[in-house]
């Protein structure tokens, strides 16, 4: 069982409830309440996007969001010997707010239809909202949120505040990496003293130690340019040539520095005259793809998402899908 059932604000067992329009006769509920709010739109479709890259089936209506987990149940009929199969699912909400709430509900297995040889289903179907709770807090943004919150709030250090997200949720799917790079955007909720290190800036000049080759310069006279408007032109690859590469990253030109940079990366790529540096990518992305890097002087933003793990993309497309300015375009390999 998970120990997120410390922090539980209740869970009931209730002959007649309502959820909303859905009756819960005779089905178990179990709320949890996290202490940290997700009320921005773009955080919430950060949320989303991260829990489908997580493998679950993911909606939303006004403010909730619906993650839905299935499984199939398979058994012999000690009679016939034929083997019998029953798809099923449970659905945790997700209620958005100034705090979050969590529900999940246990629908009768007569919901499914006359299943009566499904042995122990009340303990697996919460075995399962369980493992999708603690996916949602782990996997997505929540999960930042939460490590922020014990930073602030129990004096932790990065490292003990993981451990405890950690304990927390045991029965997580596909844990994403928690480093201290994967929390930079939940610098904003700590004061200073207790914030975590962010995500390290890449050094100017371009000179400096890299993992790759590096044939170009952020810096140069190319002083007179204004800001570039969006979307990227999906086309680029066929229009455009390699000038070089930054850290063994390609960047196709025209490029005249600081105040045109052209459009970097091979499968992960953005357009760094169009891309504001909102960090919507760089908070979308499951995998921990982007860094910042200073590119001091240029009109649209003096630092962009560089794609130095370009090779761990997982084409998600969660960084393309939630760019503002519609800079970032995804290329899947082959």
């Known amino acids: 069982m998970s120990t997120l059932l410390n922090e539980r604000v209740w869970v009931m067992l209730s002959d007649v409830a309502k959820r ?12 949890f309440r996290l202490p940290v709010d997700l009320t921005d739109q773009s955080e919430i479709s950060n949320v989303m996007n991260s829990l489908k890259s997580s493998g679950f089936k993911v909606d939303s209506y006004a403010d909730r969001i619906y993650v839905t987990h299935k499984w ?4 012999v009929n000690p009679l016939t010997q034929v083997e019998m199969s029953a798809d099923l699912d449970i659905t945790v ?3 958005t707010g100034e705090v979050i709430d969590i529900i999940y509900q246990i629908k009768p297995i007569e919901s499914y239809g006359d299943l009566y040889w499904i042995k122990n289903y009340r303990q697996k179907a919460d075995s399962n909202a369980k493992m999708v709770i603690d996916s949602i807090i782990w996997n997505s943004k929540i999960g930042d949120k939460m490590l922020a919150h014990y930073q602030k709030t129990k004096k932790l250090s990065f490292e003990d ?6 304990q927390m949720t045991p029965l997580k799917k596909n844990p994403i990496p928690r480093t201290s790079l994967s ?3 939940s610098q904003k909720d700590l004061p200073p003293a207790a914030a975590a290190p962010t995500q390290p800036t890449l050094a100017v000049p371009a000179s400096a130690p890299s993992s790759g080759s590096t044939t170009i310069s952020l810096t140069g006279s190319g002083t ?11 086309d680029f ?3 455009r040539q390699v000038v070089g590469t930054f850290q063994g990253i390609k960047v196709w030109g025209p490029m005249d520095p600081p105040g045109r940079l052209g459009i970097w990366g091979t499968e992960v790529t953005v357009d760094f005259d169009i891309c504001v540096a909102d960090g919507a990518c760089v908070e979308a992305c499951p995998v921990n793809v982007f860094e910042w890097l200073d590119t001091p002087g240029h009109p649209a933003s003096e630092k962009k998402p560089f794609m130095i793990r370009e090779k761990d993309c997982i ?5 393309e899908n939630v760019c503002p300015p519609q800079c970032v375009k995804i290329f899947q390999k082959g």
Request: proline share 6%; net charge neutral; charged share 15%.
């Open 315 to 319: 084409f998600c497309m969660a960084c």
């Open 237 to 239: 690859k066929s229009k």
């Open 20 to 31: 909303g329009v859905y009756p819960l006769h005779a089905s178990r509920l179990g709320i």
């Open 72 to 75: 199939t149940e398979i058994a």
């Open 224 to 234: 007179s340019y204004s800001a570039a408007e969006g979307p990227i032109d999906p």
């Open 161 to 166: 505040a993981v451990m405890k997200l950690n």
């Open 183 to 185: 929390t930079a955007s």
């Open 93 to 95: 909400e997700i209620v």
